[in-house]
């Protein structure tokens, strides 16, 4: 078996995670109008586009979302081992683990929020008691989606766990709006407040309310429609494992779940699961990388 390097892998992912950055028509909507003022919803496209509500710059209670700042400063400045512990931290949401790196690099909020001039973002010593707004949050994600160095978050926030290391169910909030394969959510401790971000094919999806997590979902269902991502497409006749999106220019598709076995072994971090399954990709592109 040939061997693949971490740069390729990560060139393949962000390639595969590139074709899909552009929105797609229908792709995502949201209706403002729709929300409560008890929630502030940003819906960020690729290409700079955004729809808001009219207080998604309102700076509110940052919650676990502030593990977004943190992780990025970490994987870019951190120790070797702290960096290793970023993808969990998201995965989870650890809280232990984000104080503990929180306490050894207190500047990494901070300086986080000067480099992406998070205007609507404050940090008062500790990574839980800061604030930020659903629309620094949702820049700062479309800002960093295609940094290899990010490349944990992203795989933590693709592989959530069910349940967070406090026992919290992690399965509300934007997570539900369909298209989106990766959330990372946040709540009070007295389950007052409630935050998500999501990523879906070319945009990033941001949510913050001040009430349960069921008012949370139920106004982000009221608000937000998307499309899954398409179909894994049939095998060609020809047996390649290729096919033609209908309605496209009949330019050779593969999926998304296609590349991801063609990484498995190439992967031991898991990279690959930021990528969607029935994401349609070029199939010369796919077939660039070396099989299993």
Same mark, same amino acid.
């Given at each position: 078996?040939?061997?693949?390097?971490?740069?390729?892998?990560?060139?393949?992912?962000?390639?595969?995670?590139?074709?899909?950055?552009?929105?797609?028509?229908?792709?995502?909507?949201?209706?403002?109008?729709?929300?409560?003022?008890?929630? @502030?919803?940003?819906?960020?496209?690729?290409?700079?586009?955004?729809?808001?509500?009219?207080?998604?710059?309102?700076?509110?209670?940052?919650?676990?979302?502030?593990?977004?700042?943190?992780?990025?400063?970490?994987?870019?400045?951190?120790? *070797?081992?702290?960096?290793?512990?970023?993808?969990?931290?998201?995965?989870?949401?650890?809280?232990?683990?984000?104080?503990?790196?929180?306490?050894?690099?207190? @500047?990494?909020?901070?300086?986080?929020?000067?480099?992406?001039?998070?205007?609507?973002?404050?940090?008062?010593?500790?990574?839980?008691?800061?604030?930020?707004?659903?629309?620094?949050?949702?820049?700062?994600?479309?800002?960093?989606?295609?940094?290899?160095?990010?490349?944990?978050?992203?795989?933590?926030?693709?592989?959530?766990?069910?349940?967070?290391?406090?026992?919290?169910?992690?399965?509300?909030?934007?997570?539900?709006?369909?298209?989106?394969?990766?959330?990372?959510?946040?709540?009070?401790?007295?389950?007052?407040?409630?935050?998500?971000?999501?990523?879906?094919?070319?945009?990033?999806?941001?949510?913050?309310?001040?009430?349960?997590?069921?008012?949370?979902?139920?106004?982000?269902?009221?608000?937000?429609?998307?499309?899954?991502?398409?179909?894994?497409?049939?095998?060609?006749?020809?047996?390649?494992?290729?096919?033609?999106?209908?309605?496209?220019?009949?330019? *050779?598709?593969?999926?998304?779940? @296609?590349?991801?076995?063609?990484?498995?072994?190439?992967?031991?971090?898991?990279?690959?699961?930021?990528?969607?399954?029935?994401?349609?990709? *070029?199939?010369?592109?796919?077939?660039?990388?070396?099989?299993?």
């Amino acid at each position: 078996m040939k061997r693949v390097s971490t740069a390729t892998v990560l060139a393949a992912l962000l390639s595969a995670l590139t074709l899909l950055a552009a929105p797609a028509a229908g792709a995502a909507h949201l209706d403002p109008n729709a929300v409560p003022p008890r929630t @502030q919803i940003t819906l960020q496209f690729d290409d700079g586009t955004r729809i808001a509500t009219a207080n998604s710059g309102e700076s509110r209670p940052v919650l676990s979302l502030s593990k977004l700042y943190l992780a990025h400063w970490v994987l870019h400045h951190g120790a *070797p081992a702290d960096k290793a512990r970023v993808e969990h931290m998201i995965r989870v949401s650890d809280d232990a683990v984000a104080s503990d790196l929180d306490a050894t690099y207190p @500047q990494a909020i901070p300086e986080t929020i000067s480099a992406f001039g998070l205007t609507q973002t404050s940090y008062n010593g500790y990574w839980g008691a800061g604030t930020t707004s659903s629309d620094d949050v949702a820049r700062f994600l479309s800002e960093i989606r295609h940094d290899p160095v990010a490349a944990p978050i992203f795989t933590g926030m693709a592989t959530a766990a069910p349940t967070a290391a406090d026992g919290y169910a992690q399965n509300f909030g934007t997570a539900v709006v369909p298209g989106t394969f990766g959330t990372k959510f946040g709540w009070s401790n007295n389950r007052d407040v409630h935050a998500t971000a999501s990523l879906g094919p070319g945009w990033v999806l941001v949510a913050n309310t001040y009430g349960g997590s069921a008012a949370h979902t139920a106004d982000v269902r009221a608000a937000v429609t998307g499309d899954p991502a398409p179909g894994v497409p049939a095998p060609s006749p020809g047996g390649n494992g290729s096919a033609v999106e209908p309605g496209s220019s009949g330019t *050779p598709t593969a999926s998304g779940a @296609q590349l991801k076995d063609r990484l498995a072994c190439h992967d031991p971090h898991n990279l690959r699961q930021a990528i969607p399954d029935g994401a349609l990709l *070029p199939v010369d592109a796919v077939n660039a990388v070396p099989g299993c």
